[in-house]
């Protein structure tokens, strides 16, 4: 078999089979390939796309070219959720205990951030000693006992989609749905899960800037988890705006508790639950998203999916005391409240670019080396179809320096208004086999 063939072939508008899949990934995990040959080959995807059992197969030659997480040994259905990513996304910490409380195991897999905010490791270490450093054998046997242990992610996972993203990075050939779809499902199934929930963002503030584009990376990635024997679904949700109001760390650790309390953002907990519950049906537990919910809120009611946080933190050597006191969770030294500069309603909210001011703070990281400020971050007090007078206070920077005016102007060029008062649909679409 020749490299050059398989460029040809798809260049020409082929379906490439199983075996020249595989002959790629293999060749260029091991370097028997070169950059331009794979690049040449990713650009020819890029404009012939692939059919479903093409991704199907790319998907399981990325997960079969490194290591694997056996979860066999974690009694039940493990049910993954992944998010493409958003400002002020707190749904794992506020969704993890809620399944576990319903009996159903979580075992997750989860990373830092690299970019506006930290990821979920991030957040839960502003629970003073939590860590993720577990062996395989007390990871499973955390999930055996309370439903829920988070770990980190293994370096030695899917290494051919590291190769390639980089590669993909530099040769205009990111935005492919069959590459993304492939990219993200890779990494999922090679985390053990048997079944997975997606919430696919959409909107200025996310990847996926037009539904129909959204919908359309949802439906590959669904048809690759079902074409490979892992029951998926996915969830198209609007990144119009931050989700929540807290963006950072420790502020979005509190909203979380908040939620599990039944106190939090409208926004998060209706997410949060309608994730929730298709991870319930997909576990098996129940048959309807309508049954699951009940459960949910009744959890969430009787305090016991507080309580399964809270053992969890505990588990994985956090101050769990926390969870009843986050007021103790790290604070900024400053408060700075960032006045409109206009009135009307607001229209819209540039998510990305509050991340991004959030970033500057101190809640996020341009490398991998960087320290993240825990404390800091932005707190919103207006969102979308809101009433502004110019004057009105639009959100709260917590920083631990005052020289902050370019964070200021920033937040402040975040917010759009009109003059009719504006309704966002959280939920756009479910995708489903």
């Known amino acids: 078999m020749r490299m050059v063939d398989i460029i040809a072939n798809k260049r020409d508008g082929k379906e490439l089979t199983k075996e020249e899949i595989e002959f790629f990934i293999n060749g260029y995990t091991k370097g028997e390939i070169p950059d331009y040959q794979a690049s040449a080959l990713l650009m020819a995807i890029f404009f012939n796309d692939m059919t479903a059992q093409e991704s199907a197969n790319l998907t399981m030659a990325m997960v079969n070219s490194g290591d694997q997480i056996d979860l066999s040994a974690i009694e039940g259905v493990k049910v993954d959720k ?20 319903l009996d159903i195991p979580v075992a997750k897999m989860s990373g830092r951030g690299l970019g506006h905010t930290g990821g979920t490791i991030d957040k839960l270490e502003a629970l003073d000693g939590f860590h993720v450093e577990l062996s395989q054998e007390d990871f499973v046997n955390l999930v055996n006992k309370d439903k829920l242990a988070v770990i980190g992610q293994s370096g030695n996972l899917t290494p ?9 990075d530099v040769t205009a050939t990111v935005n492919s749905i069959p590459l993304i779809a492939s990219s993200i499902m890779s990494k999922k199934i090679a985390a053990g899960a048997d079944a997975i929930v997606l919430d696919v963002k959409v909107g200025d503030g996310a990847f996926m800037k037009t539904e129909e584009d959204a919908v359309q990376l949802a439906k ?54 309608t994730l929730a519950s298709q991870m319930a049906v997909a576990s098996g537990k ?11 809120e009744k959890v969430i009611a009787d305090g016991s999916a507080l309580e399964k946080f809270k ?7 956090g101050n769990g005391s ?8 790290p604070t900024a030294k400053y408060n700075i409240d960032v006045l409109a500069t206009a009135s009307g309603y607001v229209d819209s909210i540039d998510a990305e670019q509050v991340g991004v001011a959030a970033s500057i703070l101190g809640a996020g990281r341009q490398t991998k080396e960087d320290e993240i400020d825990l404390a800091v971050g932005i707190i919103l007090h207006k969102k979308v179809g809101d009433a502004v007078k110019e004057g009105d206070v639009l ?5 631990n320096t005052e020289a902050v005016e370019d964070v200021v102007k920033k937040v402040q060029n975040s917010y759009h208004y009109g003059q009719d008062q504006k309704q966002t649909k959280l939920i756009k679409r479910i995708i489903t086999a």
């Open 82 to 101: 992944h998010s493409t990513g958003g400002v002020g996304d707190t749904t794992t910490l506020v969704l993890a205990p809620l399944v576990a409380a």
């Open 160 to 168: 051919a989609d590291k190769l390639i993203y980089a590669l993909r």
């Open 220 to 273: 590959a990635m669904v048809e690759i988890g079902n074409n490979v024997g892992r029951r998926t679904m996915a969830i198209i949700s609007s990144m119009e705006e931050p989700l929540g109001y807290a963006i950072g760390n420790a502020n979005e650790v509190r909203e979380a508790i908040d939620t599990l309390k039944g106190e939090g953002p409208e926004d998060l907990k209706e997410l949060s639950l």
């Open 286 to 296: 129940v048959q309807t998203t309508e049954e699951a919910r009940e459960l949910l």
């Open 311 to 317: 053992a969890f933190v505990n588990n994985q050597g």
């Open 322 to 329: 926390l969870v009843d006191q986050p007021e103790k969770l």
């Open 395 to 399: 959100a709260t920077l917590e920083a």
